[in-house]
């Protein structure tokens, strides 16, 4: 199985940037689907981006797109998120996530999880 773990999160200023990076081990990421998502306290887990094995096919939720972008690096074995623009309403914490079957926007098609980044975006 694939171990994921988060990095790159932090406090920002609404309008600023931030670049998440998710480093897998134990199993090549390139036999996964992968995407991120975000919760806060008391919320359900939100779908954030998803992107395919080979990394030609994204696909973004609605408040992110044209802000976010989702990239891989399979040689590295790293997964990114890169966020500008930043919005208050960013604020959570930030998982990576990899699925074994399809690249999808619900959390139950993941079946690995890091153990999240906090994101804070500050007026």
């Known amino acids: 199985q694939v171990q994921l773990v988060e990095s790159g999160g932090g406090l920002v200023q609404a309008g600023g940037s931030l670049r998440l990076s998710c480093a897998a081990s134990g199993r090549a990421l390139s036999n996964y689907a992968t995407g991120w998502f975000r919760q806060n306290p008391g919320k359900e887990r939100e779908f954030v981006a998803v992107?395919?094995?080979?990394?030609?096919?994204?696909y973004y939720a609605d408040s992110v797109k044209g802000r976010f972008t989702i990239s891989r690096d399979n040689a590295k074995n790293t997964l990114y998120l890169q966020m500008n623009s930043l919005k208050l309403e960013a604020t959570a914490v930030y998982y990576c996530?990899?699925?074994?079957?399809?690249?999808?926007?619900?959390?139950?098609?993941?079946?690995?999880w890091g153990q999240g980044t906090q994101v804070t975006v500050s007026s």
């Open positions: 996530a990899a699925s074994t079957t399809l690249a999808g926007t619900t959390s139950n098609l993941y079946d690995y």
């Open positions: 992107i395919s094995r080979g990394g030609g096919r994204t």
